[in-house]
C-alpha cells in the first residue's frame, strides 16, 4: 500500500504532533511560550528540545522529539544480544508536563520506534513503544475516567492489555509498589507479525498520538482556575518526590538515554521543577490526600 518507509513516515508525524501539542498547550496556558533548543548528537542525528516554564497554566514541561543513529552502544548490543558493531536509528516524541495548579494532573507520554541493522545495513529487526499515563495530586474521577476512555477507544481491542503493563510498569518498588499515578497504557517491543503488520502498528501508533490533546486538554481546561492554598501546594511537591525517584531508579527511557550518551538537558526535562521528601509522611485518614492513595490501585476506570 505504502513504498515509503516506517521510519520515513514516523519521523514526519512526531514532528507535526510536537508543533501540534505545543500550540495546543501554549493555548491553554495564556502566557507561557515553549523555547526551542535544535541539537545534534555527535555519535549521529539530533533532535528538538521545546521546554515552557513559569506559565499561568504550567508551572514547567517539555515536548521533545529525537531521531538518534549511528553505532549501537556495546551495554545496548549486549542488552539486544547482537554484534557489537550492529547499528540503530531510534525516534520518538516524549512529553511530561508539570502544572502550577495542584488540582490539575502532571501527565507523560510518548510514541517511539526503533530499528536495528545488520552488518550489511538491511533491518535486522523494528519495533514501536508507547503510552501516557495521567498522574493527579487531587482527584476527580470523571477526569481519570475521560483520560482512560480516550485512550481505550485509540488503542482499540488492546486497551485493557496495555492499561495492565502500565499499571505494572509505573510503580515505584521501592515503595512498597506505590503507583506514580492513576495510569493509562503502555506498551513496548511491538513487533509486526501475522496478526499486525509494520502498518497495522504505524497506524495504531499514530491513532495513539493523536489521542492525547483531546485525552488532556478538557481536563486542563476544567481544573485550571480551581482554589487552591499552601498546603495543597506542599501535597504536590511530596507526591512529586515520587515521580523523581520513578524517574531516576526505575524509567527505562531515562536509563537509555543515559547509557548511550543522550543529551542530558532533554533526559531530565522530566524532573518538576520543585519537589520535596519528607521523613515517614504520612496524610491524616479521610483527608483528600488520603483518598488520592486510594486512587493509586489498580482499577477499572472503563467499563467493557
Not at 116 to 121: A, H, I, M, N, R
Amino acid at each position: 500500500m505504502h513504498n515509503i518507509s516506517v521510519k520515513d513516515r514516523f519521523v514526519p508525524f512526531i514532528h507535526q504532533l510536537q508543533n501540534d501539542i505545543c500550540a495546543a498547550l501554549e493555548q491553554a496556558d495564556g502566557k507561557a511560550k515553549f523555547r526551542e533548543d535544535r541539537w545534534e548528537r555527535p555519535e549521529g542525528g539530533g533532535g528538538i528540545t521545546r521546554v515552557i516554564s513559569g506559565g499561568n497554566v504550567f508551572q514547567k514541561g517539555g515536548v521533545n522529539t529525537s531521531v538518534v543513529s549511528g553505532k549501537l552502544p556495546p551495554v545496548m548490543a549486549q542488552q539486544f544480544k547482537v554484534p557489537d558493531n550492529s547499528s540503530f536509528l531510534a525516534a520518538g516524541l516524549s512529553l511530561v508536563i508539570h502544572p502550577e495548579n495542584p488540582y490539575v494532573p502532571t501527565v507523560h507520554a510518548n510514541w517511539r520506534y526503533f530499528e536495528l541493522y545488520g552488518e550489511d545495513g538491511s533491518v535486522r529487526d523494528m519495533w514501536f513503544g508507547g503510552g501516557a499515563d495521567l498522574t493527579p495530586y487531587y482527584l476527580q474521577e470523571e477526569d481519570g475516567v475521560h483520560f482512560h476512555r480516550t485512550f481505550k477507544e485509540a488503542c482499540g481491542g488492546y486497551y485493557e492489555q496495555y492499561k495492565r503493563q502500565c499499571d505494572e510498569y509505573f510503580v515505584n518498588k521501592h515503595r512498597n509498589n506505590e503507583a506514580r499515578g492513576i495510569g493509562g497504557v503502555f506498551y513496548d517491543y511491538l513487533r509486526p507479525s501475522a496478526e499486525r503488520t509494520a502498518e497495522d502498528l504505524l497506524q495504531f501508533q499514530f491513532s495513539n498520538g493523536n489521542a492525547f490533546i483531546s485525552s488532556y486538554l478538557p481536563i486542563v481546561e476544567k481544573r485550571k482556575t480551581a482554589p487552591y492554598g499552601e498546603a495543597q501546594v506542599e501535597w504536590q511537591e511530596y507526591r512529586r518526590g515520587r515521580y523523581v525517584e520513578f524517574n531516576l531508579i526505575h524509567d527505562r527511557g531515562t536509563l537509555f538515554g543515559l547509557k548511550t550518551n543522550g543529551r542530558i538537558e532533554s533526559i531530565l526535562m522530566s524532573l518538576p521543577a520543585r519537589a520535596r521528601w519528607e521523613y515517614d509522611y504520612h496524610p491524616a485518614p479521610g483527608s483528600p490526600e488520603a483518598e488520592l492513595l486510594e486512587y493509586l490501585k489498580p482499577r477499572e476506570w472503563v467499563k467493557p
